[in-house]
């Protein structure tokens, strides 16, 4: 019955092997070779080189300080949003619902800038508004360690809520009522009970955040590079955009210590959430949950989640339209308003490169999605309905992905594409997406493939439908949901890849977080808005698009 | 200790509507009994539970332990459950799964900052009531359910509490094992001579592990006693029916005499134990539990000369074991009826049926 699957797994195999090791296994050549090109040429002067710079000590202490303590506050943030949404009788709970998703939207560098625009300390509007308006000296300077674990512990926050929200929503209550009859008081039993039940959730989602830190540029590019901090992202990126002659050895060499510990930390994180699974599956059915009452602080809390939603969403959102708008950084006055104009916007439309960036990028996001999901269709297949050692190969091989920090995994590419035709064309971006992001098309296809329950396929083929024709009638219909949202993901990340294409993008195949990037580089905020703008648009259309196809192929029109 | 409930009352709004979940329950519990709460899913006797505990709070009311006040609408009294002192196990055992199983039993004697031991001679002692010596160290994570089941009455009874309390323990357990620990409980309680307060749906449950029930429906408690009185005289239609299976008549009473009451229903004029409250001309409902017709196979009735007998014709007999189930159609009224399992009868025979008058329960309310 499963006779052709002998040959599909081990093809995904390759296709998926090829994918995630070629990147790997490059940058593991590249890292002990002279120059880009000169494969063969073996030599131990890059590490020499890399890691008897006196600077870079520094820069892991930087690089800790920031990974640690943006995951920390997005750990913390998000266990207290998952405590107040599952536990307690705060008002308006759609707006979690929000805040973990909608964020996403929001590509990072943009997220970043418009924190960059509200607090760097020459012209940031609230800065301008505690000077000019309040007459304060000095004020907030975002380009600071503080600051850059500020916005990426923001960045981070929804991942981390995702993870935490269901494992708080799981918890059987029971648990803390027996610790109250056995005389627990209640912060007893929220430090004996609670939180140690929670932990490897918890666990889960700080180190996905360590990872996501530690892979994090739009952050230390934005506003760490100003201000002369560097993280090991944006020394490697130094390393290969900067000077007269790129290193790519030095850059291998260092991105293998990140790779490593990235590696380390995702199959870490893998570990935590089956222990968190363990933990979930023998709580039962409790009785209803007994919901806390803030009384006179739930209003207060809401608050809380209010600026955190309005910080997250609509603040970035709206400084960079602002910004797009006006002449110059000015605290928004009537003055201000009655200088607004288009001047920026036509500026982008009439900038040849923001043009070829802009085509180049719904290129890659609405192409590369479309192959990603496919691959990611029978990837999904095999890993959950053909279960064979091979197709655990292949699960380990395509969840390897998760791990990989683009600007590094970008590194390893550079030295295989120099060698092929490839180079410095839109493949080389794509191929890179398809690789670097893989995990998120296959997640909601595996997700989607364990509903469709073999009986359903088995009663197809006892109807008398061939095995395509019963992928194309049962299966395929069923899949539709996961196809979209996975299909969503894809497309999204792709349209604001940055981590990546800094490496990859070369004179004609920009894209639009690198253009963005440039812009920043160089100040050109309003431009920059403009172009942010005109990419979280794009985003938002490509989201409503594929909803709006998966409800029209929708198998069964819901009443 | 006993516990004293008075005038308890819980309103929940759930959807725009109010459901009353306790409607001015006054109860007492008996010290040192095995007291049950039994009533269909909803009917309150877990939030009563639960306010007995102290996890929830009712609206108005007085609940006391032992003399002592732990809840009070009127003089703003509130004993958190922590410091209650009681027992508990809960519908899903609620073990911790990141704790030993030695972990768990001990919790509650860490909270009482007993030395360690004392903790570790009660625990070992404990363990060894419920069988389940040599567990410590396991992780409760690796117990089957019935193993979970008995940790959690371990980790309830450890600090020897006055009362101990139970919601629902054995509903997740499989029938065999259900039964089985059903009986252990009982003589574990037997044993230790404490007040013990159990909520079930179950009614076979209830008539075996209780000293006394109350039944409870809409918040209301409507009949307590001990297991024989609430089956064999219970007062309302609604406990006749829940706590066994039975046929419901309605009738009106035609005369009383010293030892017996005639009433006249559907199956004709039937003789009923003396009730004194009822006079001729009230309307009741005749209660006649099947495994108290006796069938008179091939017209060899009993000759009891004050036995009803009632006839009619066999409508349908389904096997299942242990009996045979029948429905037995006398006029437009059907019976149901219980018959050897080995019985000769079928489909369609005319049978004749006898039913003491001290079997024929009339329900008044």
């Known amino acids: 019955m499963y006779a052709k699957h002998s040959k599909l797994t081990p093809t995904l195999i390759a296709i998926v092997g090829f994918l995630t090791v070629c990147p790997v296994a490059m940058l593991v050549i590249g890292s002990f070779s002279t120059n880009l090109g000169t494969l063969g040429g073996f030599t131990l002067d890059k590490y020499i080189e890399a890691y008897t710079d006196p600077e870079l000590l520094g820069i892991i202490v930087n690089t800790l300080i920031f990974v640690l303590g943006s995951s920390f506050l997005a750990t913390a943030l998000a266990l207290f949003l998952s405590y107040l949404n599952n536990r307690t009788d705060i008002p308006f709970k759609f707006m979690f619902r929000v805040i973990s998703i909608i964020p996403m939207m929001i590509p990072h560098i943009l997220f970043s800038v418009s924190w960059v625009l509200l607090l760097n300390p020459s012209n940031g509007i609230i800065n301008l508004f505690l000077r000019q308006v309040l007459g304060m000296e000095g004020g907030l300077n975002v380009y600071s360690l503080e600051g850059m674990i500020l916005v990426e512990g923001l960045l981070?926050?929804?991942?981390?809520?995702?993870?935490?929200?269901?494992?708080?929503?799981?918890?059987?209550?029971?648990?803390?009522?027996?610790?109250?009859?056995?005389?627990?008081?209640?912060?007893?039993?929220?430090?004996?009970?609670?939180?140690?039940?929670?932990?490897?959730?918890?666990?889960?989602?700080?180190?996905?955040?360590?990872?996501?830190?530690?892979?994090?540029?739009?952050?230390?590019?934005?506003?760490?590079?100003?201000?002369?901090?560097?993280?090991?992202?944006?020394?490697?990126?130094?390393?290969?955009?900067?000077?007269?002659?790129?290193?790519?050895?030095?850059?291998?060499?260092?991105?293998?210590?990140?790779?490593?510990?990235?590696?380390?930390?995702?199959?870490?994180?893998?570990?935590?959430?089956?222990?968190?699974?363990?933990?979930?599956?023998?709580?039962?059915?409790?009785?209803?949950?007994?919901?806390?009452?803030?009384?006179?602080?739930?209003?207060?809390?809401?608050?809380?989640?209010?600026?955190?939603?309005?910080?997250?969403?609509?603040?970035?959102?709206?400084?960079?339209?602002?910004?797009?708008?006006?002449?110059?950084?000015?605290v928004p006055s009537a003055k201000a308003f009655s200088m607004m104009s288009w001047r920026h916007w036509l500026a982008v439309i009439n900038d040849p490169i923001s043009l070829l960036s802009l085509k180049n990028s719904v290129i890659l996001g609405v192409g590369g999605a479309t192959l990603g999901i496919f691959l990611s269709i029978f990837v999904a297949y095999v890993i959950v309905k053909v279960r064979t050692p091979a197709s655990g190969l292949l699960e380990s091989l395509s969840f390897l992905s998760f791990s990989f920090p683009g600007i590094v995994i970008g590194v390893g590419f550079m030295w295989f594409f120099v060698q092929t035709p490839l180079y410095a064309t839109l493949w080389a971006l794509l191929i890179g997406y398809i690789a670097t992001y893989l995990p998120y098309g296959v997640r909601p296809l595996a997700s989607a493939f364990v509903q469709v329950h073999s009986h359903l396929e088995e009663s197809s083929l006892v109807c008398g439908a061939s095995r395509v024709q019963t992928m194309r009638r049962i299966v395929i219909p069923l899949l539709v949901p996961g196809i979209v949202s996975g299909w969503i993901l894809m497309a999204t990340m792709f349209v604001r890849e940055l981590t990546l294409s800094v490496v990859l993008s070369r004179p004609g195949t920009e894209v639009l977080a690198v253009q963005i990037l440039r812009f920043s580089e160089d100040g050109l905020w309003g431009r920059l808005s403009a172009l942010g703008i005109i990419m979280i648009f794009i985003s938002t259309a490509l989201v409503v698009l594929a909803s709006w196809v998966g409800a029209k192929f929708k198998p069964v029109q819901e009443e | 200790m006993d516990i004293q409930i008075e005038n308890l009352c819980k309103r929940y709004t759930s959807g725009g509507k109010t459901i009353n979940a306790l409607d001015d329950v006054t109860l007492t519990i008996p010290a040192n009994k095995i007291f049950t709460l039994l009533g269909p899913s909803g009917c309150g006797k877990t939030t009563l539970l639960r306010c007995i505990v102290g996890l929830e709070s009712p609206d108005s009311g007085e609940i006391r332990i032992g003399g002592e006040t732990v809840w009070s609408g009127g003089n703003n009294i509130y004993v958190p459950p922590e410091k209650r002192g009681l027992g508990m196990v809960f519908q899903s055992y609620a073990i911790w799964p990141h704790m030993t199983v030695f972990d768990n039993v001990a919790y509650p004697l860490q909270t009482r900052k007993t030395d360690r031991a004392e903790i570790r001679r009660r625990v070992a002692k404990t363990l060894s009531f419920v069988q389940l010596e040599g567990f410590e160290d396991r992780p409760a994570t690796?117990?089957?359910?019935?193993?979970?089941?008995?940790?959690?009455?371990?980790?309830?009874?450890?600090?020897?509490?006055?009362?101990?309390?139970?919601?629902?323990?054995?509903?997740?357990?499989?029938?065999?094992?259900?039964?089985?620990?059903?009986?252990?409980?009982?003589?574990?309680?037997?044993?230790?001579?404490?007040?013990?307060?159990?909520?079930?749906?179950?009614?076979?449950?209830?008539?075996?592990?209780?000293?006394?029930?109350?039944?409870?429906?809409?918040?209301?408690?409507?009949?307590?006693?001990?297991?024989?009185?609430?089956?064999?005289?219970?007062?309302?239609?609604?406990?006749?029916?829940?706590?066994?299976?039975?046929?419901?008549?309605?009738?009106?009473?035609?005369?009383?005499?010293?030892?017996?009451?005639?009433?006249?229903?559907?199956?004709?004029?039937?003789?009923?134990?003396?009730?004194?409250?009822?006079?001729?001309?009230?309307?009741?409902?005749?209660?006649?539990?099947?495994?108290?017709?006796?069938?008179?196979?091939?017209?060899?009735?009993?000759?009891?000369?004050?036995?009803?007998?009632?006839?009619?014709?066999?409508?349908?007999?389904?096997?299942?074991?242990?009996?045979?189930?029948?429905?037995?159609?006398?006029?437009?009224?059907?019976?149901?009826?219980?018959?050897?399992?080995?019985?000769?009868?079928?489909?369609?025979?005319?049978?004749?049926?006898?039913?003491?008058?001290?079997?024929?329960?009339?329900?008044?309310?």
Do not use: W
């Not at chain 1, 990872?211 to 901090?229: D, E, K, N, Y």
């Not at chain 1, 007269?244 to 293998?256: E, I, Q, R, T, V």
């Not at chain 1, 222990?275 to 949950?289: A, C, D, H, L, Q």
């Not at chain 2, 013990?196 to 006693?225: C, F, P, Q, W």
């Open chain 2, 142 to 365: 690796k117990l089957s359910g019935g193993q979970q089941q008995r940790v959690a009455l371990a980790r309830a009874l450890v600090a020897e509490p006055k009362v101990i309390l139970f919601d629902e323990p054995l509903s997740n357990l499989d029938a065999k094992l259900r039964e089985e620990t059903r009986k252990d409980l009982r003589v574990f309680l037997t044993e230790l001579g404490i007040t013990a307060v159990y909520v079930t749906h179950d009614r076979i449950e209830a008539l075996a592990l209780s000293d006394l029930i109350a039944v409870m429906r809409n918040g209301r408690i409507i009949e307590k006693g001990t297991p024989r009185d609430i089956y064999f005289h219970s007062e309302h239609n609604f406990v006749a029916d829940f706590i066994g299976r039975t046929n419901l008549i309605d009738g009106v009473v035609k005369s009383r005499e010293a030892d017996a009451t005639t009433v006249e229903c559907p199956l004709g004029e039937v003789r009923c134990a003396s009730q004194a409250d009822i006079a001729p001309g009230d309307k009741v409902v005749l209660s006649l539990r099947p495994e108290f017709l006796h069938i008179a196979e091939d017209g060899a009735a009993p000759e009891d000369g004050t036995a009803n007998r009632i006839t009619g014709r066999i409508d349908s007999l389904v096997f299942v074991g242990e009996a045979m189930e029948g429905e037995v159609l006398v006029g437009d009224t059907r019976l149901f009826v219980k018959v050897r399992p080995d019985s000769e009868l079928k489909e369609g025979d005319a049978v004749s049926m006898t039913v003491t008058p001290a079997h024929c329960l009339l329900l008044t309310k």
């Open chain 1, 156 to 330: 981070d926050l929804p991942i981390a809520y995702l993870i935490i929200a269901p494992a708080m929503a799981s918890f059987d209550v029971a648990l803390e009522e027996s610790s109250r009859v056995c005389g627990g008081t209640p912060l007893r039993t929220l430090f004996r009970i609670t939180l140690p039940v929670l932990r490897p959730a918890i666990m889960a989602a700080f180190i996905l955040s360590l990872v996501r830190s530690l892979a994090s540029f739009a952050v230390p590019s934005v506003i760490g590079m100003p201000g002369r901090i560097y993280v090991l992202s944006t020394h490697i990126y130094r390393a290969v955009s900067t000077g007269f002659s790129a290193d790519y050895g030095k850059a291998a060499a260092l991105g293998m210590v990140v790779l490593a510990s990235s590696i380390t930390l995702i199959y870490l994180y893998r570990f935590m959430t089956r222990e968190s699974e363990k933990y979930v599956t023998i709580s039962s059915r409790g009785y209803r949950p007994t919901v806390i009452r803030l009384k006179g602080a739930r209003y207060p809390m809401f608050a809380v989640v209010g600026l955190l939603s309005f910080v997250l969403i609509v603040l970035p959102v709206l400084v960079l339209f602002y910004t797009s708008m006006v002449p110059y950084s000015m």
